[in-house]
């Protein structure tokens, strides 16, 4: 089956830090996303990448950017942490096109605390 | 773009007792649709989708869903829920090969 895998289950940092979320997928996936998941709003996409090098905006990109330099790995990276990204965050990848259709696979979220 | 609304924040049913959660979406092309369902302190999971043809689509655990496109609708369904059922349920949509956006999640709380 499928293996998305987050680096870190829990991680604290302070604010102004800039931190690094690393997710791993080993099954070729041409297509990965990050979510983050609060309470009361459910997920909201930040970035996704359809293949290596590319990425999009998802509905919450400001204070994020991300990085794809291989196919199997998307890291989310938070520029200077502040107490308002204090989350957890969600990797996911699919296949590409109709292949991709199928669903998302998820790793098991990071739960980031920013003080 | 696509978007999708939850109707229900919470929703509690006694165990045995049928249960809808309401979603809706707004798109100007075809949509794939999803049910995913978290568990407590577990990852999502799939429980059914609709990519095309019947309209009534079944799941996993009992659960169906029906994509109704006149009302712009999917909601989903169980005739009789189990207390395992307690999870939270959020309903997505994704146009072809492109981001999937999620709703805010629905909790369904079962009552004994």
């Known amino acids: 089956d499928v293996k998305v895998t987050q680096s870190s289950r829990y991680l604290v940092k302070r604010t102004g830090e800039k931190v690094f979320l690393e997710c791993v997928q080993d099954m070729d996936h041409e297509n990965m996303f990050w979510y983050r998941q609060d309470p009361g709003l459910g997920l909201r996409l930040i970035y996704f990448?359809?293949?290596?090098?590319?990425?999009e905006k998802g509905d919450i990109p400001e204070g994020y950017s991300v990085s794809r330099e291989k196919k199997e790995r998307f890291s989310l990276i938070l520029e200077s942490a502040s107490t308002n990204q204090t989350s957890m965050y969600l990797c996911?990848?699919?296949?590409?096109?109709?292949?991709?259709?199928?669903?998302?696979?998820f790793g098991s979220g990071t739960q980031l605390s920013v003080l | 773009a696509q978007s999708v609304t939850q109707l229900d924040s919470q929703v509690p049913v006694f165990e045995e007792a049928p249960v809808e959660l309401r979603c809706n979406y707004s798109?100007?092309?075809?949509?794939?649709l999803f049910w995913y369902v978290q568990y407590p302190n577990q990852g999502l999971q799939l429980l059914l989708k609709?990519?095309?043809?019947?309209?009534l689509v079944k799941g996993i655990n009992g659960f169906e869903a029906e994509f109704n496109k006149s009302q712009t609708s999917f909601h989903l369904r169980k005739p009789s829920v189990h207390i395992s059922d307690t999870a939270e349920y959020f309903c997505?949509?994704?146009?072809?090969?492109?981001?999937?956006?999620f709703g805010k999640g629905t909790r369904l709380h079962i009552l004994p």
């Open positions: 990448s359809y293949d290596v090098k590319m990425k």
């Open positions: 996911a990848s699919r296949l590409e096109g109709a292949r991709g259709r199928e669903k998302l696979f």
């Open positions: 997505a949509v994704s146009a072809w090969a492109d981001k999937i956006i």
């Open positions: 609709y990519l095309s043809g019947s309209t």
């Open positions: 798109s100007s092309v075809s949509v794939y």
